[in-house]
Nanobody, 128 residues
Framework: QVQLVESGGGLVQAGGSLRLSCAAS????????MGWFRQAPGKEREFVTA????????AYADSVKGRFTISRDNAKNSVYLQMNSLKPEDTAIYYC?????????????????????WGRGTQVTVSS
């Protein structure tokens, strides 16, 4: 089992920034690729970004490229999401997820079904 707890959400004006954190406990954190997904009201959950076990490979949704940055600190069992130039359409609950990966540098999955563990989410609201 891997327990994931997100933090850092809140209310921010358009153009502002937020940094989300996800703290992991349980099984060996460095064995898991980590992803961020989000779900807006009335919409399906969507992929935001993910990083490989080593942090050397990342993937981003087109809608956040150039604005969001994922990073991880394996020593602290944590993954982060730096969100800049936020837009009202970024408003959603943001979820952290863990996907067991065999290789440290293999490309992380962008498909939610492959992720084994999920946090409860943190609300991000961007006002216009």
């Amino acid at each position: 089992q891997v327990q994931l707890v997100e933090s850092g959400g809140g209310l921010v004006q358009a153009g502002g920034s937020l940094r989300l954190s996800c703290a992991a406990s349980g099984r060996t954190f460095m064995n898991y690729a980590m992803g961020w997904f989000r779900q807006a009201p009335g919409k399906e959950r969507e992929f935001v970004t993910a990083t490989s076990r080593s942090g050397g490979s990342t993937a981003y949704a087109d809608s956040v490229k150039g604005r969001f940055t994922i990073s991880r600190d394996n020593a602290k069992n944590s993954v982060y999401l730096q969100m800049n130039s936020l837009k009202p359409e970024d408003t959603a609950i943001y979820y952290c997820a863990a996907d067991w990966a065999m290789l440290p540098t293999q490309l992380p999955s962008m498909t939610s079904e492959t992720y084994d563990y999920w946090g409860r989410g943190t609300q991000v609201t961007v006002s216009s």
